[in-house]
């Protein structure tokens, strides 16, 4: 498991960051994001892990971009994360799944 904090460049904010003080809460959301997938039937789950949390955080900071924009925000925080480990045994492929709470700052 990976322990380091993501860093994203802009107004989304993970975990133990905090937003800037003038930040006004306005609710809390979910968002979920996947992984692009890897096809490779050997690989163990720290395997997949490696290959595929970077794209998760990447397509998941989109996401909460896209989420601050419609619902109005200013800034976002990730303040919990599940994320699981998806196989399709059809094409031999794995990916990761995320659902990512997160709080909206005005």
């Given at each position: ?44 789950r ?30 976002a ?30």
């Amino acid at each position: 498991m990976m322990t380091a904090t993501p860093r994203q460049a802009g107004n989304v904010y993970w975990h133990r960051e905090l937003p800037p003080l003038d930040a006004d809460p306005a609710g809390e959301y979910t968002v979920e994001a996947t992984s692009g997938r890897v096809s490779d039937p050997f690989l163990d789950r720290d395997a997949i892990w490696r290959e595929c949390y970077g794209g998760l955080i990447t397509e998941t900071g989109r996401r909460v971009q896209q989420e601050i924009a419609r619902l109005g925000g200013r800034y976002a925080r990730i303040v919990d994360e599940s994320i699981d480990v998806k196989h399709d045994d059809a094409t031999s492929e794995a990916w990761l799944h995320g659902r990512f709470t997160y709080r909206l700052y005005t």
